[in-house]
């Protein structure tokens, strides 16, 4: 759910739908009133060897929650423990991380300025290991109309189709939907260095944009998106992606220059130094939690479209797939 070697995007980006936010309602223990609490939160790693409860950061998206639900329901019912969840923007993740807050993040779609400060100088995080997953964030057009306007495919073209991709919130320009504002996005910058006629405008969510997205293709309207892969929607909605410029090392090393397509990102996850050195049988557990997009998209779809809970989804998941996940608990 989304992202540049610097930053990572909304989403996953969960790198980052409303039914499958509510139902992972259940799934995080950080509400918005608690938020100001989590910095007194601490995971029981931080401060006694052994304990048998587990912290584990989760983000928004849903694919993230769908990790984060699978290795929970693993730990508590294969392995013997406690876990407790938060819910925190990425980049503080990396600062409850450090601090011991929280155990794990599972998903990180890329962020060099933490890595390097935290992994390499301060070394009070470690890297857990691929997810199996790769991440791509880019433009995205409904296949019906890239199927009626096949040049729409290549970004010079899309000028040609402002018209059609205005909305009432473009202010006369073409529009490109995103997320939540808090996501970082290259989207301005590429709209104004492409020189394209177009104006970004946020969802608020990736929520709202689901929404926003199924509304368009229940109308059969055009639309361009920021989006990003792996996601369930595609499932339901197919979609084609714009090709950007292609992307070169450093193209995006200055927010403000950037010019070219983002990156495929390989998912990762990272523990605090000390849980993955003292955490035992859950900490070699998360090592090896190691999965493919269509893993993550069957837990992600009981979750957003079945509205499972993530605890039910992630019951049905192991129930199907013992032997994926039996290596990472022995």
């Known amino acids: 759910m989304r992202i540049s070697p610097h930053h990572r995007r909304g989403p996953v980006p969960g790198r980052r739908a409303v039914a499958a936010l509510a139902a992972a309602a259940s799934l995080v223990a950080l ?11 601490t995971s029981p790693y931080a401060a006694a060897r052994g304990a048998k409860t587990v912290t584990l950061s989760v983000q928004s998206w849903v694919g993230a929650q769908a990790n984060t639900a699978v290795a929970a329901y693993l730990l508590e019912h294969e392995l013997g423990y406690r876990v407790d969840t938060v819910q925190v923007d990425e980049v503080p993740a990396w600062d409850a991380l450090s601090q011991g807050r929280v155990d794990a993040i ?23 290991g691929d997810l199996g997953v790769t991440g791509h964030i ?10 009626e306007h096949p040049d729409v495919t290549d970004w010079k073209n899309l000028g040609k189709y402002a018209d059609q ?10 529009q490109l939907m995103d997320g ?21 405008v946020f969802a608020g969510s990736e929520a ?40 070169r090392e450093g193209c995006d090393a200055d927010p403000e220059k950037v010019d070219c397509a983002y990156p495929r ?45 993530p605890e039910q989804a992630a019951r049905k998941w192991v129930e199907r797939h013992e032997a994926v996940w039996k290596p990472w608990t022995r």
């Open 180 to 200: 939540s504002p808090s996501y970082v996005t290259n989207d301005k910058a590429l709209v104004k260095n492409l020189g394209l006629d177009f104006e970004v």
């Open 165 to 174: 991709l205005r909305t009432a919130e473009s202010r006369g320009k073409g």
């Open 265 to 309: 990102t390989p998912l990762r996850k990272y523990l605090n130094t000390r849980f993955a050195e003292n955490g035992g049988k859950a900490a070699s557990f998360l090592k090896r939690f190691h999965w493919s997009v269509a893993d993550q998209n069957e837990v992600s779809l009981m979750i957003a479209e079945e509205k499972l809970t």
């Open 208 to 247: 709202a944009q689901i929404t926003q997205i199924r509304q368009f293709a229940k109308e059969h309207k055009p639309f361009l998106t920021y989006w990003y892969e792996p996601q369930w929607l595609f499932e339901r909605v197919p979609m084609t992606e714009v090709k950007l410029p292609e992307h």
């Open 31 to 41: 509400t918005a009133c608690g938020a100001a609490d989590m910095t007194r939160q």
């Open 138 to 147: 880019g433009w995205f057009v409904p296949t019906y109309f890239a199927k």
């Open 106 to 128: 599972l998903e990180d779609w890329g962020h060099p300025e933490q890595e390097k400060r935290y992994v390499e100088g301060k070394k009070t995080i470690t890297p857990g």
